[in-house]
């Protein structure tokens, strides 16, 4: 039996069963379901497992957060489940049937992009750098400063100039089932030393192009450019030749294919590629930037700034984020196209999104300061998104709760205004969060700090101002989670006790005493219900300290979420259950400490719980503690007065 197993069975009846899984696996985290019918997951249930630390869904996949000990849930998991686990691949291609046309679109940009990201992350530090060391350059005129400045551009140029179209080609081939070497070829082919230079095309005079720059075939010539950076024409060829090796794949015979295949593919992938798609994506891309360009300089910047800060989260959701991606890079290549020192003015409102949502998660942190559970969520994800990764934040908390989310969003938006308002630019992209500031030009870090101090400061308070009403200060959980739980413990049928051997003596033991207190007669009971016999015969005790402990060796067979009523199953088969206080469920958990949780093992004496017994008679509770026996057994005190826990001459069963 693994360590997981009994919350892997628990698990599987809580996603709808085997029958309700498609397929499923793992990353690094998460275990992540392809569901039939994702309505049937019990999110509720999933989460409230003691090894699960949160749900999500993403591109038609249910992902359930487990933590570093996934690999050996997975594996506790598929051994009860009877399931043979897929592959992360496999189960992204089974992912897409739950998904629409858009997303699906969206799905296979982040699979070209996701390789990428590693790359660009480093690039965006390296230009960082430089930004940083340009500052010194013009302040000290260092020959060991100018000289590393000089050394980062080769790797900042690598990857952003050569590097992109040539990834883009890799990726795309490797997505699509290709010979990823044939993508590199193509990207070479697309930022080639023979080329002009992108970047010196729209400086070129038209004289200067013949004989040197262009290909001329008699009938007709073509410009020899290139397309260093450029994005849209890089994926519209690497398609292009994804599409055509699989058509001569299948027309070509096997014994030829060796040679023929690498030939026609990438020959025509490459005249496709300069001769059509190339201007074709080049004017596309120059058509996007000028758009966007327009936005964010023109007169309504300030309005632009205020709407793409404001829902440029909710694009993280849909996978459109990854289309600004290519639209950065875009303004970035027509910007120093057109004047060296022009960047992007995206890339500091996506930086200034994720402070913001890292922000929420930190109200959340603080509302929930007293919930260890959420902590273990809630600190990790801040740290991530505040260095640019926001999804386990989005998921994990703020869209879990929602207002966090929208606090985030709306001190988002702000930073937007505050950016764009003053023209705020980054030379680079793929530094995001607080380290975003090596990524923007040293003219505008002081004005981009001051808009991430108000994308701090906004979420944080809104944060707890919203959330003041929802979660309890003590516990720090929502007070509808608290009456939901206690409502299904109420509502619960109490399954039947794991096997477990007794010895005699524990099976015969005597009743003993759970709390120390003075004893009271049941009909005394200032409950009717007890008072009655209705729920069973008993009696109770006026406790004078804080400590229940066990009255029998047995099994936990009821625990209430509010921690003031416990159900127990002794050794010798009596149902018992010990009621703490009147009417103390309504104070959702305050004033209770408990030691056991439903199902657990006790020996006679074992602590129960810690009560707060100052606490429960302020908020106008009694502490009068019925101990009922459920099951029919009648009882006949044999001690009156005081009596102390694990005294034995309380009463005799009948």
């Not at 999933?46 to 038609?60: N, R």
């Not at 300061?369 to 908390?397: D, H, Y």
């Not at 004078?544 to 067979?557: A, D, I, N, Q, R």
Request: hydrophobic share 45%; glycine share 10%; net charge neutral.
């Amino acid at each position: 039996m693994g360590k997981f197993t009994q919350d892997a069975t628990k698990l599987l009846e809580y996603v709808g069963g085997k029958e309700n899984i498609s397929a499923v696996t793992h990353c690094v985290t998460r275990m992540r379901f392809v569901l039939v019918d994702p309505s049937k997951a019990d999110v509720r249930k999933i989460e409230a497992l003691p090894s699960t630390k949160g749900t999500f869904t993403q591109a038609g996949q249910f992902q359930v957060i487990i933590g570093n000990e996934v690999a050996a849930y997975y594996d506790d998991f598929v051994a009860v489940s009877g399931i043979e686990g897929v592959s992360k691949d496999a189960a992204k291609q089974a992912a897409k049937g739950n998904q629409n046309t858009l997303e699906k679109i969206m799905s296979n940009i982040a699979e070209i992009f996701a390789p990428l990201i590693p790359a660009i992350i480093c690039g965006g530090l390296i230009l960082g750098f430089r930004n940083v060391l340009e500052i010194s350059v013009n302040l000290q005129q260092g020959t060991f400063l100018q000289g590393l400045d000089k050394f980062l551009w080769l790797i900042g140029e690598a990857v952003f100039h050569t590097g992109i179209p040539v990834g883009i080609c890799w990726s795309v081939q490797k997505k699509m089932g290709g010979t990823p070497m044939f993508g590199i070829v193509l990207g070479l082919t697309l930022v080639s030393g023979q080329l002009v230079n992108a970047y010196s095309v729209a400086g070129m005079a038209a004289d200067a192009w013949a004989p040197d720059y262009v290909w001329d075939f008699g009938f007709t010539q073509v410009r020899m450019i290139g397309y260093q950076a450029q994005v849209i024409p890089a994926i519209l060829a690497a398609f292009t030749l994804a599409y055509l090796e699989r058509f001569f794949k299948k027309i070509i015979p096997n014994v030829i294919q060796m040679i023929l295949v690498p030939f026609l593919s990438i020959t025509l992938a490459v005249m496709a590629a300069h001769f059509i798609l190339g201007p074709i994506g080049w004017k596309i891309g120059e058509g996007v930037s000028y758009v966007v360009r327009a936005g964010i300089s023109g007169k309504f910047r300030v309005l632009f700034g205020a709407v793409f800060g404001f829902f440029y989260a909710p694009l993280v959701i849909t996978g459109l984020h990854h289309m600004s991606n290519a639209i950065d890079l875009q303004l970035i290549a027509d910007g120093q196209k057109m004047n060296p020192v022009q960047g992007t003015m995206l890339w500091p409102m996506i930086a200034l999104s994720n402070i913001a949502q890292g922000a929420a998660v930190l109200g959340m942190s603080v509302l929930q300061k007293k919930n260890e559970r959420a902590q273990e969520v809630n600190i990790p994800s801040m740290i991530s998104c505040w260095l640019g990764v926001t999804e386990p934040a989005m998921f994990g908390v703020n869209l879990k709760y929602k207002f966090p989310f929208y606090s985030a969003m709306i001190g988002s938006g702000i930073a937007g205004v505050i950016s764009t308002a003053f023209h705020v630019q980054a030379s680079a992209i793929g530094v995001g969060g607080l380290p975003g500031i090596l990524s923007i030009m040293p003219q505008y870090m002081l004005i981009w700090a001051l808009a991430a101090v108000e994308a701090i400061v906004v979420p944080f308070l809104l944060t707890l101002m919203l959330g003041r009403r929802k979660f309890d200060p003590e516990t720090g959980k929502l007070y509808e989670e608290i009456a939901a739980a206690v409502e299904d413990e109420a509502n619960a049928v109490v399954e039947a006790p794991a096997e477990v051997q007794y010895t005699d003596a524990e099976k015969n033991e005597k009743f003993a005493a759970p709390v120390t207190g003075r004893i009271v007669r049941i009909e005394d009971v200032p409950d009717q219900v007890f008072a009655s016999r209705t729920m069973g015969d008993g009696f109770a005790i006026d406790p004078t300290e804080g400590k229940l402990y066990s009255p029998f060796t047995g099994e936990v067979t009821v625990t209430y979420p509010t921690g003031h009523a416990y159900g127990l199953r002794t050794a010798g088969g009596k149902e018992v259950l010990i009621h703490i206080g009147m009417d103390t469920v309504e104070l959702n958990g305050k004033g209770f400490k408990p030691a056991v949780r439903q199902g657990d093992h006790v020996r006679q004496g074992d602590l129960l719980t810690e009560i707060d017994l100052d606490y429960i008679k302020k908020a106008g509770k009694p502490v009068i503690t019925p101990i009922i026996f459920t099951d029919g057994t009648q009882v006949e005190l044999t001690k009156t007065g005081n009596v102390k826990h694990g005294d034995t001459d309380v009463l005799k069963l009948k």
